[in-house]
C-alpha cells in the first residue's frame, strides 16, 4: 500500500515521498491518519536541530490517530477510533507523518469517550505529558492548599495545557513566560499571575523563600536550578523538559530541608497501564475547560518542515496539528 509521508534517511533532509507499507506485520495494526501533531522533539528531529531518529529510513511523528483499517493484533479491530502517542512511535520505527501507519497493536490505544480524534492530538504528547505530570504530582501530595502551580514554558503545548488543567481542578496557576506578548492568553487559560522570570526575584542562595506548591518545568536548566530552591515544605517539581538546557546546578537543601521531590516525566516510555489511566483522565476530570481556547494551529503535512522552524524559533504558541486529506 502507497501512503503520502515525510520520509527521512540518515544524514539527509527529511522529504516528501510515497512510502510502500508492505504486508501488515504480525501483532501490528495499521491505520489510516486523520491528525497527527507537532511536538518539540519531532521539531527537533525534522530540523536536524537534535538527534531524535534511532533508525533509519524513518517517517516521523511521534503522535496519530485515525481509524483502523486492518489488524492483526487480537484486541484491535478493524473501524476502531484510535491514537497513539509516544512508545518510540517517530522515533525507533515509523510514525504519524503519513497517511497510513503500521504501529505494533501493543501500542494502540481506543480513543476513550468523550474524546475524539481531534481533540486527541490537540492534546497529544503535549496535553498526555502534562496529565501525566500532574497525576505524578498529585500522587506525591499535591492539592490546592499546597500552594501556587508554577508553569515554566507556560505558552508551548505542554504548559498551555497544563495551566486548563491545573486551572479546572482549581489551582492556582503562576505562568512564567519568555513572551510577555502571551499574557492574555495564558490568563484566559487560567493562569492568575503571568510573568517573566525576573519578576520572580529568586535567590541564589541554596534555600530562598518558599513560594510555590509545585512547579511543572518545561525549561531546564538555569531556570530549573534557580526555582528548585524556593519550593514550599514537602512540594515537588515535575521535570519534563530542556527547552532552556539539560544541565541543572542544585544543593541537596531543597530535598533534605524541605522534603522537596524532584519528579521525572518520561511521557515516550510510559507503562501502559499507567497510560491508559492518563487517557481515561484526560477524558475526564482533567479534560482541558477550554480545548478549543488553547491555540491551535491546523497544518497539513507539507506544512510541517516550515512550522518546525517556526516552534524551534519560538514563533508559534499552543499546539500545533496535522489534518491529512482523506
Ligand atoms: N519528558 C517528556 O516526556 C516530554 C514530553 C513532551 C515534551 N517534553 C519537553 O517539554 C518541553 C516543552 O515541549 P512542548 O512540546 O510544549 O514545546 P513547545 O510548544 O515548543 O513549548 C516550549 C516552550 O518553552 C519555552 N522556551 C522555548 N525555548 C526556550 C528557551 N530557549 N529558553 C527558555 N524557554 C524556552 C517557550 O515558552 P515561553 O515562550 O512561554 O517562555 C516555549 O513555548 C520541551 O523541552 C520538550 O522536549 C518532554
Same mark, same amino acid.
Given at each position: ?19 510502500? #507499507? @508492505?504486508?501488515?506485520?504480525?501483532? /501490528?495494526?495499521?491505520?489510516?491518519? /486523520?491528525?497527527s501533531?507537532?511536538? /518539540?522533539?519531532?521539531?527537533l @528531529? ?5 538527534k531524535?531518529?534511532r533508525?533509519?529510513? *524513518? ?19 478493524? @473501524? ?18 503519513? %497517511? ?12 476513550p469517550?468523550?474524546?475524539?480524534? %481531534? ?12 496529565? &501525566? ?37 482549581? /489551582? ?8 510577555? %506578548? ?18 520572580? %526575584? ?14 511543572i ?27 532552556? @538546557?539539560?544541565? *541543572?546546578?542544585?544543593? !541537596? ?6 522534603? !522537596?521531590?524532584?519528579?521525572g ?25 477550554? &480545548? ?8 497539513? #503535512?507539507?506544512? !510541517? ?10 514563533q ?11
Amino acid at each position: 500500500m502507497k501512503s503520502k509521508a515525510i520520509y527521512a534517511e540518515k544524514e539527509n533532509k527529511p522529504i516528501i515521498k510515497e512510502v510502500d #507499507l @508492505g504486508s501488515l506485520k504480525p501483532n /501490528y495494526v495499521r491505520v489510516q491518519s /486523520y491528525y497527527s501533531s507537532l511536538n /518539540y522533539k519531532d521539531a527537533l @528531529g525534522i530540523t536536524g536541530k537534535g538527534k531524535i531518529f534511532r533508525s533509519f529510513p *524513518i517517517v516521523p511523528g511521534i503522535d496519530v490517530s485515525g481509524a483502523v483499517i486492518d489488524s492483526n493484533f487480537e484486541s484491535i479491530k478493524e @473501524g476502531d477510533k484510535v491514537l497513539v502517542t509516544g512508545c518510540g512511535l517517530g522515533e525507533n520505527f515509523s510514525g504519524g507523518y503519513s %497517511q497510513y501507519v503500521d504501529i505494533p497493536g501493543e501500542y494502540v490505544i481506543p480513543i476513550p469517550k468523550n474524546l475524539c480524534r %481531534q481533540k486527541a492530538m490537540i492534546l497529544g504528547t503535549a496535553g498526555f505529558t502534562a496529565g &501525566l505530570a500532574i497525576h505524578r504530582l498529585e500522587e506525591n501530595g499535591l492539592n490546592i492548599n499546597s500552594g501556587p502551580v508554577l508553569v515554566t514554558g507556560a505558552s508551548g503545548g505542554v504548559g498551555a495545557i497544563a495551566i486548563n488543567i491545573l486551572s479546572k481542578l482549581g /489551582y492556582e496557576v503562576w505562568a512564567v513566560t519568555g513572551r510577555s %506578548q502571551h499574557e492574555g492568553f495564558l490568563k484566559t487559560l487560567g493562569a492568575s499571575k503571568v510573568m517573566s522570570v525576573n519578576d520572580l %526575584q529568586l535567590d541564589t542562595k541554596p534555600l530562598g523563600k518558599a513560594m510555590f506548591g509545585a512547579i511543572i518545568d518545561n525549561v531546564g536548566g538555569e531556570l530549573l536550578s534557580q526555582l528548585l530552591p524556593h519550593i514550599n515544605l514537602w512540594g515537588s517539581v515535575a521535570s519534563i523538559g530542556l527547552a532552556g @538546557g539539560h544541565k *541543572i546546578k542544585t544543593t !541537596v537543601m531543597p530535598f533534605i530541608l524541605r522534603g !522537596v521531590s524532584l519528579i521525572g516525566i518520561s511521557s515516550t516510555n510510559c507503562p501502559m497501564p499507567l497510560r491508559k489511566l492518563i487517557w481515561e483522565k484526560l477524558a475526564g476530570t482533567y479534560m482541558p475547560n477550554n &480545548l478549543e481556547e488553547i491555540r491551535v494551529n491546523k497544518i497539513k #503535512l507539507e506544512d !510541517v518542515f516550515e512550522y518546525s522552524e517556526k516552534l524551534i524559533n519560538r514563533q508559534l504558541y499552543g499546539r500545533t496539528i496535522i489534518k491529512f486529506e482523506r
